[in-house]
């Protein structure tokens, strides 16, 4: 004999009471590269992130202003380093052993901007990404594209097209 099966209603309300989620499979997501700089989450959407590098030797210059850390070679082409921290009026740590370097690249603008370490590349529910606050500082303001939650942190969307205009603006 066959078992009798489940309604639809039933199978639902089974897996609300187990406590998992249930995942609209037909609802628009964005890639985003998930990070930390001093002490508090980011994002970036993936589109504009080339590459995560880990342990590449930055190499100084002089002369150059605190957000440029220096310069890196990435297969032999030379890529400027950005200390995000500045730009966003943080305060910058040093260049710790988990640090970590995304290769940007927003039109006509490439760079290896350092962050403290990659948290998470997860794909987000557009739905997800709320419009960002008031609170946030000016700084803030001008870069972000929004606010989402990720593993119960507060992570500030960054558009790094803006990022690069305040670094060629001279801000930081």
């Not at 009471?17 to 995942?23: E, M, N, P, T």
């Not at 440029?68 to 921290?85: K, P, T, W």
């Amino acid at each position: 004999m066959s078992e009798p099966r489940a309604t639809l209603d039933e199978v639902l309300t089974a897996r609300r009471q187990s406590g998992k989620a249930i995942v609209n499979v037909d609802e628009p997501t964005v890639k985003l590269v998930v990070f930390e700089v001093a002490g508090e989450s980011f994002a970036f959407p993936a589109g504009s992130i080339r590459e995560i590098l880990a342990g590449a030797t930055v190499f100084f210059v002089p002369g150059c202003p605190v957000s440029l850390e220096g310069v890196i070679n990435v297969r032999g082409d030379i890529e400027s380093v950005i200390g995000l921290a500045p730009l966003l009026g943080l305060p910058a740590g040093e260049a710790g052993a988990g640090s970590m370097i995304l290769l940007g690249h927003d039109g006509a603008m490439s760079s290896g901007i350092r962050v403290d370490r990659v948290v998470d590349v997860a794909d987000v529910a557009r739905t997800a990404i709320q419009p960002p606050p008031a609170v946030l500082s000016e700084t803030m303001r001008r870069v972000a594209l929004g606010v989402l939650s990720h593993r119960a942190r507060p992570v500030t969307l960054l558009d790094l097209g803006r990022i690069f205009e305040d670094y060629a603006r001279g801000v930081g």
